[in-house]
T-cell receptor
């Protein structure tokens, strides 16, 4: 089944404790992206990647790191989480043949930073 | 700069009636794609429909159609014959065609379908 998977689905942590949210897709998509969703703000792009070893900042990259060492994986790293990073996080992937390619979303990761 | 505006935080519609969800956008890129996603209460993001900036015809997908008015920079979603299962959050999104496919979303419209 074609899908984007994220782990963990739920995470409660404390300020300053490094964490990684994994994202993997099995559709051979070049493009992968991370978003955070907050009430009243919709989804905001954190980072995206057009291909292996190519990453770019979205609108809210501060406090986050990403890496794209393999085509299928795009982990999101929070080196020192803070309470304002409490949010619902989505990973997405798509082809890059055109800007019209739909993005396929993972199920989301709900993160709480105490 | 890219911008997406959804001016309706919440809307009600009677079952079986049509409803229009508004979306306006701003971009200087001549090549872009416009998307609508549905997010039910379970939380997943479901792709509904897209419109390309060079497409001449308005996109349709089953009960969903996109009213694309390029000069006015609007891309409204029309849902015909609303069903109770259409109650959800709806997001408009834009992806520019040059410069790396950066994507922005609107704040969303919550749709309530009444029986």
């Amino acid at each position: 089944e074609a899908q984007v998977t994220q782990n963990p689905r739920y995470l409660i942590t404390v300020t300053g404790k490094k964490l990684t949210v994994t994202c993997s897709q099995n559709m051979n998509h070049e493009y992968m992206s991370w978003y955070r969703q907050d009430p009243g703000l919709g989804l905001r792009q954190i980072y995206y990647s057009m291909n292996v070893e190519v990453t770019d900042k979205g609108d809210v990259p501060e406090g986050y790191k990403v890496s794209r060492k393999e085509k299928r994986n795009f982990p999101l790293i929070l080196e020192s989480p803070s309470p304002n990073q409490t949010s619902l996080y989505f990973c997405a992937s798509s082809l890059v043949s055109s800007s019209y390619n739909e993005q396929f979303f993972g199920p989301g990761t709900r993160l709480t930073v105490l | 700069a890219q911008k997406i505006t959804q001016t309706q935080p919440g809307m009600f519609v009677q079952e079986k009636e049509a409803v229009t969800l508004d979306c306006t956008y701003d971009t200087s890129d001549p090549s872009y794609g416009l998307f609508w996603y549905k997010q039910p209460s379970s939380g997943e993001m479901i792709f509904l429909i897209y419109q390309g900036s060079y497409d001449q015809q308005n996109a349709t997908e089953g009960r969903y159609s996109l009213n694309f008015q390029k000069a006015r920079k609007s891309a409204n979603l029309v849902i015909s014959a609303s069903q109770l299962g259409d109650s959800a959050m709806y997001f408009c999104a834009m992806r520019e065609g040059t410069g790396g496919f950066k994507t922005i979303f609107g704040a969303g419209t919550r749709l309530f379908v009444k029986a």
